[in-house]
């Protein structure tokens, strides 16, 4: 703004020297003599000096402007890279954080089939295989596309549990708990199992 107000004043200057001079050539020629020529000439001086003056200022504020678009732009970019990275970075943190808790469900329900299945220890199996459906249920909060959660398979062998009608005998708070986590997958064949899980409570 100091830069446009130096312009203007200076133009303004310009413009007033012209004047001034044209006043002392009006007062030092007597008798006044007036030609097309002189008019002209002094029209065109002071029309000159008022186009360059304007010239100047609109210049100055044209580069103001463009320095002002300039760094909105810049603002507007690293903004947009800003967003992009916290986006790759939730994105990436998610990705890490579902594949974490669908290892850990893996490897849980693995150790139920071959640790506890096969001795025929179906309380422990059926914890087991809960627990490894809850670490599951957990993966889905940070679930991202592409990455395909284990519920479906540890329901499954539930479900082979319920087939086979193995002796299990649960307390009010494991079938509490049991259901909770069922119901937490939003899994229509998990919806299915929880009354068998109400009907193993002595």
Same mark, same amino acid.
């Given at each position: 703004m100091k830069k446009e107000s130096w312009i203007l004043t200076l133009s303004i200057v310009a413009l007033c020297l012209s004047i001034f001079s044209f006043l002392m050539w009006f007062c030092e020629y007597k008798p006044v003599t007036w030609s097309l020529l002189d008019v002209c000439f002094s029209v065109i001086s002071a029309g000159i000096t008022v186009f360059v003056a304007s010239q100047v200022y609109h210049s100055f504020t044209l580069v103001k402007k463009i320095d002002e678009r300039n760094t909105q732009l810049k603002n507007d970019f690293e903004q947009e890279c800003r967003r992009q990275i916290d986006e790759f970075k939730n994105e990436f943190r998610n990705c890490m954080i579902s594949y974490d808790y669908n290892v850990e469900a893996l490897a849980?329900?693995? =150790?139920?089939?071959?640790?506890?299945?096969?001795?025929n220890n179906y309380k422990m199996t059926l914890k087991t295989l809960m627990d490894a459906l809850e670490k599951a249920n957990k993966?889905? !909060?940070?679930?991202? $596309?592409?990455?395909? !959660?284990?519920?479906?398979?540890?329901?499954?062998?539930?479900?082979?549990?319920? $087939?086979?009608?193995? +002796?299990?005998?649960?307390?009010?708070? +494991?079938?509490?708990? =049991?259901?909770?986590?069922?119901? +937490?997958?939003?899994d229509n064949d998990a919806i299915d199992l929880i009354p068998y899980i109400q009907s193993l409570l002595v």
């Open positions: 849980t329900q693995l =150790y139920a089939i071959s640790v506890y299945l096969p001795h993966s889905r !909060n940070y679930e991202i $596309k592409g990455i395909k !959660n284990p519920s479906h398979g540890i329901i499954s062998f539930i479900q082979y549990l319920k $087939k086979i009608n193995g +002796e299990i005998k649960l307390n009010a708070k +494991e079938v509490e708990r =049991y259901k909770l986590i069922l119901a +937490e997958t939003k």
